[in-house]
């Protein structure tokens, strides 16, 4: 299992990554207002700006304050530094 740093020592399973998107549009703030209403919303971004929303494959909704280019740079890194089996 992969670990990806998603800011502030929160760690996410990589495989377990459906999406990592901006909260700028309309429907990505529905769908976080929607799961924070079925209490399906994981908040962690330590009270700073939410950059980037990532869903998982359960459902979850997570809210990082880190922008998702990053995150998804170091999910490649992360990659290729493993060798597969």
Request: aromatic content about 2%; proline content about 5%; overall charge positive.
């Amino acid at each position: 299992m992969k670990l990806i740093n998603i800011g502030f020592g929160n760690m996410i399973a990589a495989n377990r990554t459906i999406a990592m998107v901006s909260p700028d549009t309309a429907p990505i703030k529905r769908l976080i207002v929607e799961s924070r209403e079925r209490g399906r919303l994981i908040d962690a971004t330590y009270g700073r700006r939410t950059r980037s929303v990532i869903i998982a494959d359960s459902g979850h909704v997570i809210l990082s304050a880190i922008q998702p280019e990053t995150i998804a740079g170091r999910l490649k890194s992360e990659s290729e530094d493993v060798p597969e089996e």
